[in-house]
């Protein structure tokens, strides 16, 4: 079976920083795109980042400068490093991989409030 497992999810203060982890199974990890959205309440899921299976990436304006996009081949994994973050961050994030078919995993809650 296919999942996508986030986790790093958490309560930090504006200003700070979070690193979120998706683990993928059950995919050949390495011909995926893989991209993180977010879902605040109320609002429309919306893109973050994308890393392409050949390592090229893209960011959301809101994210770009910002945020960081990795992935680890070998561990399965795609990454989300968050710096200066502000509330508006808030939101749950998701994380998504698309080769032919698509997946998505649960998500993980990012709080960000002083």
């Known amino acids: 079976q296919v999942q996508l497992v986030e986790s790093g999810g958490g309560l930090v203060q504006p200003g700070g920083s979070l690193k979120l982890s998706c683990l993928a199974s059950g995919i050949t990890f390495s011909r995926y795109s893989m991209v993180w959205y977010r879902q605040a309440p109320g609002k429309q899921r919306e893109l973050v980042a994308v890393?392409?299976?050949?390592?090229?990436?893209t960011y959301a304006d809101s994210a770009k400068g910002r945020f960081t996009i990795s992935r680890d081949n070998a561990k399965n994994t795609v990454y989300l490093e968050m710096n200066s973050l502000k509330p508006e961050d808030t939101a749950v994030y998701y994380c998504y991989g698309k080769w032919v078919l698509e997946y998505w995993g649960q998500g993980t809650q990012v709080t960000v409030s002083s």
């Open positions: 890393v392409t299976s050949g390592g090229s990436k």
